[in-house]
């Protein structure tokens, strides 16, 4: 999918230094610096204070409401394991994805955690990412009594169910499938199913989250893309956050070693979804 402080403030005390005489002006700019720490991620992280993560609330698996209405998925129990290993406190902010990473640039989150991947040189330009906690990449669902496709290039000549528009139409159609159009991934699960198609592509979590829901489907994976096509998803921060963004990295590679992040992909997806 593959689906971030305050430099006014540092501004607003050089500025209040600036208007006193003498000591008080010279104890005012020294300060300053301090100050400003102090609300920085890093300060909080070294202070177990309260950190502010920006999220959807409305993207199962990974961060979305049960059925009591607690904020839960693959994302945000990361998030909570992250804060457990570091001692820190976690606030949530529910945003709208459009919203998400311009909130976290203006300073109203300190982290987002919603499957972000800095694919594009302006995201890489502005924001920085953690060690990786979940990869995805293409994945192929056939019938399970189908055994045809085992490399990719074995759909050759198969027929494939996929939005025209799609990634994955595109990859279909350059493999040399034959393309039967769908409006989406449920239509498209479902002509597989019926056998009116051969198979069909998706991204894999997307798959992975359809068949630990849906355990009779009758579907299963045939193909996976290789670890290195896979692209990796973390927590995301403002650049210039270096010293924080490692311990948040840190605490990720514990939970890796530890075992948390394999029992969090197992829970939500079936398998561990940490390693590519």
Not at 15 to 26: Q, R, V
Not at 31 to 37: D, E, L, M
Request: include cysteine; aromatic fraction near 6%.
């Amino acid at each position: 999918m593959l689906k971030k402080f305050v430099l006014g403030g540092v501004a607003a005390l050089v500025l209040a230094a600036c208007g006193n005489e003498g000591g008080s002006a010279a104890q005012s700019a020294a300060s300053a610096p301090a100050a400003a720490a102090e609300g920085s991620l890093l300060a909080r992280i070294d202070n177990k204070g309260t950190v502010t993560v920006g999220t959807e609330g409305t993207y199962a698996p990974f961060t979305y409401h049960d059925e009591s209405g607690k904020l839960t998925g693959y994302d945000v129990e990361v998030t909570r394991a992250v804060a457990d290993k570091l001692g820190v406190k976690v606030d949530f902010k529910e945003t709208q994805w459009d919203a998400m990473l311009a909130g976290l640039k203006a300073g109203r989150f300190d982290i987002v955690a919603n499957q972000v991947s800095l694919t594009t040189p302006e995201r890489q330009a502005t924001f920085d990412k953690s060690a990786d906690y979940s990869y995805s990449g293409p994945m192929a669902l056939t019938r399970q009594d189908d055994q045809r496709i085992k490399t990719l290039a074995d759909v050759k000549g198969l027929s494939s169910a996929q939005s025209l528009s799609s990634n994955y139409g595109e990859m279909a159609e350059k493999a040399g499938a034959k393309i039967v159009p769908v409006d989406g991934m449920a239509q498209a699960l479902a002509l597989v199913q019926q056998g009116r198609a051969d198979f069909t592509f998706n991204d894999s979590l997307a798959l992975l989250d359809y068949l630990k829901k849906n355990p009779n489907s009758g579907l299963q994976v045939a193909w996976t893309a290789p670890a290195d096509e896979k692209i990796g998803a973390g927590f995301i921060v403002n650049k210039g956050n270096d010293e924080a963004l490692a311990k948040i990295s840190g605490a990720v590679e514990e939970l890796r070693a530890d075992g948390t992040l394999k029992k969090l992909g197992e829970q939500f997806f079936g398998v561990d979804v940490s390693v590519k």
